[in-house]
C-alpha cells in the first residue's frame, strides 16, 4: 500500500488586527461565552474565541456556535469550572454548561512527533487521523486548523483578532482558503470536503477550482469516517436552512452518493424522481426552518432512501416471488442496515423511517373504518406528508390518493362517510372474500 503523503509543520505568525479596523467587538459574545474566557485569564490561561462566531461576525452574519481555545488542559480547564464535563476521544473536549448553552472549550492542538512512542496521536495508512491529542501553543493550533477563516482569534481583553493564515483575505473575497496543501488536510480528516460544501453555501463562499478537483478524488475517503461522527455532519449539511443548495454542492463535488451508497448512478438526471424527491423534501425543510416549525431527520432518511427500498423491493418480488408485504419489509430492513453502516442514524429515527414506509401501503386501504384508525396512528401525518410529497413527484393515482386524505382530514363526519362510500369497489383496497367449498 503506498504510503500517503506527508507535510512540514507549518510555521504562522499572526497578523493583529486592531480593534478599530474590524467589526467584531466583546458584546457580539454571550455573557457566558465572556465568563468562561475571563474565567481562564483570571487563571493565568491564555483564552480567545474562535472559529465560527469571529468568522461569522466579520461576515455581517449573528454568530450561533462560540468556541473557546486555551492553553489549559482539558484537566486543568475542568479544575476551573464546577459545570464543566470532558468529552471525545479522537481529541478531548471540554463542555462548559449553562443550562441550555454549552461553551465548548479546547486545548490548543499541536503538531504532531513522527518519533513519538507514546499513542496520543494516530493516522492511518490513508492518512487520516484516528487519534489527535496532541496539545501545543496557538501558532500549532492555528497551522491545525481546516481553513483560513477558522484561524482567527479574538482576544476577549483588547478586542484585536490575531489572524494567523489571512482570514481576513478569505473573508472579503468569500474564498473557501485551505490551511497547508489541499490534499493533505482532506486525507488527515476527510469531514472538511463536506465542511468546505457547507460554507461554500452558508457563507455564500466559492471553492476554487483546484479545490474542488481534489474533494473530487479524495470523495471516497468519506467512507472511513465513524458513522456516528457522519450523523452530526449530514444533520448540518442538509437540515440548517440550505438544503437545496447544500445538496447540488454535494452532488456537484461527488459527496453525496459516499453519503448515501444506495443511491449511487440514480442521481444523474435532474428531472428524475429520485432527484424530484429528494430537492422538494429539502425545499419544504427549508421553507420550515425559515417559518420556525419543527422537523425531523426521519423524514430526511425516509425520503431519500425511499426509491432504493422500493426498487429492492420489486427486485425481491420479481426474484424471490415474495408477496408485496414480506418484500417491503425484507427491503427496509437491508437498505437501513445499509445506510447505518455509512450514517449512524438513531434508531429512535429509524423507527420513524420504517413506520412512514409501511403506512405508504396502508394509506391506499380506505374501506371500512380503517381511514379513521389511520387518522389516529401517531405516525399518520409524516406518512401523509410524505404521500403527498410522492405525489407532487410522481402524480397520476398517487396524487389523486394524496388529494383524497387531504379532503378526508378537512371533511365532516358525513362528508367523509360519503367519501368512503363514493369509493365503491374501485378504490384498489376492497376486500377479497374468500370462497369456501360446502362442507361435505
Known sequence: MASSPTEKPLRLEASIIKRD???????????????VLRTLTDHDYEAYAVGGCVRDRLLGLTPKDFDVVTNATPEQI????????????????????????????????????????DNLAKQSSDGQLIRDN??????????????????????????????FADGMHAITTRSIEMIGDSEIRFREDPVRMIRAARFSVKLNMIIPDKMQAIIKEHAHLLANIPPARLFEEVSKLLLSGNGVLT????????????????????????????????????HNTDERLASGQRITPAFLYATVLWYPMEERAQQLIFDGQLSPHDASNIATGEIIHRQVQRIMVPKRFTIPVREM?????????????RPYQLLTHPRFRAAYDFLLLRGQVEGGNLLELADWWTQFQEADA???????????????????????????
Not at 479596523?21 to 465568563?35: A, G, I, V, Y
Not at 476521544?89 to 512512542?117: N, P, Q, S, W
Not at 414506509?357 to 373504518?369: A, D, E, H, I, P
Request: aromatic residues 10%; positive net charge.
Open 21 to 35: 479596523d474590524h467589526s467584531m467587538r466583546l458584546s457580539d459574545l454571550t455573557p457566558n461565552t465572556q465568563k
Open 134 to 163: 496532541i496539545f501545543g501553543n496557538i501558532e500549532e493550533d492555528a497551522a491545525r486548523r481546516d481553513f483560513s477563516f477558522n484561524a482567527m482569534y479574538f482576544d476577549a481583553r483588547t478586542e484585536n483578532i490575531l489572524d
Open 414 to 440: 358525513d362528508l367523509r362517510a360519503a367519501m368512503i362510500k363514493a369509493l365503491g369497489g374501485n378504490s384498489g383496497s376492497s376486500r377479497r372474500k374468500k370462497s369456501r367449498k360446502p362442507r361435505q
Open 78 to 117: 475542568k479544575a476551573c469550572f464546577r459545570n464543566c464535563r470532558l468529552i471525545g476521544r479522537r481529541f478531548r473536549l471540554a463542555h462548559i454548561t449553562f443550562g441550555r448553552e454549552i461553551i465548548e472549550v479546547a486545548t490548543f492542538r499541536g503538531h504532531h512527533d513522527e518519533d513519538a512512542k
Open 357 to 369: 414506509w409501511t403506512l405508504q401501503s396502508r394509506l391506499s386501504r380506505r374501506f371500512g373504518k
Open 247 to 282: 445538496f447540488k454542492c454535494l452532488q456537484d463535488l461527488g459527496l453525496f452518493k459516499i453519503l448515501f451508497p444506495a443511491l449511487e448512478g440514480s442521481l444523474h438526471d435532474p428531472k428524475g424522481k429520485e432527484y424530484q424527491l429528494i430537492t422538494k423534501m429539502l
